[in-house]
């Protein structure tokens, strides 16, 4: 098998990994894109094979492969981004209503309840 380090990356894994630099989970991603959570996991795998990163531990590749892709001007500096834009371009992305929960403050709730159930069997 060929190593794939150093090709360009996709225009999808672009995007995956544009939208995992915001800090978004895979599933989160998946829904921005209109894909499911397995393929997000893959072309995210197949970036950070080809940003050369997956020597690192499971929990340093995101981090590592976004500062890669935005050291080599693949993908823009959310950090950048946002401070550029102000607190006005802030509040015009807040949503007008509230529907409920993102995904991930329920997967937060769902963890806090399960600790607390635990902890009660104790």
Same mark, same amino acid.
């Given at each position: 098998m060929? #190593?794939?380090?150093?090709?360009?990356?996709? @225009?999808?894994? /672009?995007? &995956?990994? /544009? *939208?995992?630099?915001?800090?978004? /989970?895979?599933?989160?991603?998946?829904y921005?894109?209109?894909?499911?959570? =397995? !393929?997000? %996991?893959?072309?995210? #795998? !197949?970036a950070?094979?080809?940003?050369?990163?997956?020597?690192?531990?499971?929990?340093?590749? $995101?981090? *590592?492969?976004?500062? *890669?892709?935005?050291?080599?001007?693949?993908?823009?500096?959310?950090?950048?981004?946002? &401070? %550029?834009?102000?607190?006005? *371009?802030?509040?015009? /992305? =807040? @949503?007008?209503?509230?529907?409920?929960?993102?995904?991930?403050?329920?997967?937060?709730?769902? $963890?806090?309840?399960? =600790?607390?159930?635990?902890?009660? =069997?104790?």
């Open positions: 060929t #190593s794939r380090a150093g090709m360009p990356l996709s @225009p999808r894994q /672009t995007q &995956a990994l /544009t *939208a995992a630099a915001t800090g978004a /989970t895979l599933t989160e991603i998946g921005q894109l209109g894909i499911t959570r =397995e !393929h997000v %996991s893959m072309l995210l #795998s !197949h950070y094979r080809r940003l050369d990163v997956t020597h690192l531990p499971r929990h340093q590749r $995101r981090p *590592a492969a976004v500062r *890669a892709a935005i050291r080599q001007g693949i993908i823009p500096n959310p950090v950048k981004e946002a &401070a %550029s834009a102000g607190p006005a *371009a802030a509040q015009a /992305t =807040e @949503p007008a209503h509230n529907d409920g929960p993102t995904v991930r403050e329920a997967a937060a709730n769902d $963890r806090r309840w399960w =600790e607390t159930e635990k902890a009660g =069997e104790q």
